[in-house]
């Protein structure tokens, strides 16, 4: 009786320490998606407002001349940051 009852105990301590690992497991999923959104929509309205600042400035063919070198310099330095033979060892 003493074996079944330690066997019971053993399972329910089991299950509730994975039921409660996998709501924090979900938990950090929800909150790096949301993260993800949050940056995304971010971006996507800091790039609006550079268009509308350029084009209150500019002519619309040169702001988006300019708009497009300016993101492809972005980019060039991005990807030379990251790849592997930029970096000293």
Request: hydrophobic fraction near 40%; charged fraction near 25%; proline fraction near 3%.
């Amino acid at each position: 009786i003493m074996a079944d009852v330690e066997l019971y105990l053993t399972a329910n301590v089991v299950g509730i320490f994975t039921m409660c690992l996998n709501e924090t497991t979900l938990r950090w999923a929800f909150l790096d998606r949301r993260w993800c959104i949050e940056s995304t929509i971010k971006l996507d309205y800091e790039k609006s407002r550079e268009e509308q600042l350029m084009l209150s400035i500019l002519p619309k063919h040169i702001a988006h001349d300019v708009g497009t070198d300016i993101r492809e310099g972005i980019q060039l330095m991005t990807r030379s940051k990251m790849s592997p033979s930029s970096r000293k060892p």
